[in-house]
């Protein structure tokens, strides 16, 4: 198989990378009276592979939540733009 130009091969048999996703957070854990924060990251990369047969198919049911989860934040964020934005006084017309 001949490479990319970057000599890189054009196809892997891992599949091929369709996102990588990088969490970064704050672990907060108690060490007696006194709380502890750690910053940590945790990288992940989803591959897709073609596929002839349904039966091969599988779900990333990890995948779907963290997606499920955003697409809840970003409605969550919107509608509570949309509430501040209505609750915020509006100035007197001069006409």
Excluded: W
């Excluded at 995948?63 to 964020?77: E, G, H, P, S, T």
Aim: glycine residues 4%; proline residues 5%.
């Amino acid at each position: 198989m001949p490479l990319l130009p970057d000599g890189r091969l054009p196809a892997s048999l891992e599949g091929e990378e369709l996102v990588a996703l990088e969490f970064a957070y704050t672990l907060i854990t108690e060490e007696g009276a006194n709380l502890r924060l750690e910053s940590r990251t945790n990288s992940h990369v989803v591959r897709i592979q073609g596929t002839q047969n349904e039966a091969d198919v599988v779900q990333n049911v990890e995948l779907i939540a963290i997606i499920a989860n955003q697409q809840a934040a970003d409605a969550v964020r919107k509608a509570a733009e949309a509430l501040a934005r209505a609750r915020m006084p509006r100035p007197l017309d001069d006409a």
